[in-house]
């Protein structure tokens, strides 16, 4: 049984930095995309972003372009979320997701939340203004 296990949650101001893990175990197959999205209160969750385990394609939404990067460690089974510059709107429940679906071409396919066979519990951040 697969299961994602986030943590890096916190508590940070405007323009500080986190990192968020999350740990894949049970997995029986070694090709996969894992992602991370977010939700804020009264809000739909949303994609953040993407990374193709093998070979390391990366796929970000606009809003977080040139401030957080996606990153694997492979021997580990875990993906990192680094978030820099961070602003009171980046506040949400974040939850890690994986997809064994490896043949969408680009950010869209990757982006929606329907594509994702399993999900962690998520962890949250709050940004201080």
């Known amino acids: 049984q697969v299961q994602l296990v986030e943590s890096g949650g916190g508590l940070v101001q405007a323009g500080g930095s986190l990192r968020l893990s999350c740990a894949a175990s049970?997995?029986?197959?070694?090709?996969?995309?894992m992602g991370w999205f977010r939700q804020a209160p009264g809000k739909e969750r949303e994609f953040v972003a993407a990374i193709r385990l093998s070979g390391g394609i990366t796929y970000y939404t606009d809003s977080v372009k040139g401030r957080f990067t996606i990153s694997t460690d492979n021997a580990k089974n875990t993906v990192y979320l680094r978030m820099n510059s961070l602003k009171p709107e980046d506040t949400a429940v974040y939850y890690c997701?994986?997809?064994?679906?490896?043949?969408?071409?680009?950010?869209?396919?990757?982006?929606?939340?329907?594509?994702?066979?399993?999900w962690g519990q998520g962890t949250q951040v709050t940004v201080s203004s």
């Open positions: 997701a994986l997809t064994t679906r490896i043949y969408y071409s680009g950010t869209e396919g990757y982006s929606r939340i329907r594509s994702y066979d399993y």
């Open positions: 049970g997995l029986t197959f070694s090709s996969y995309v």
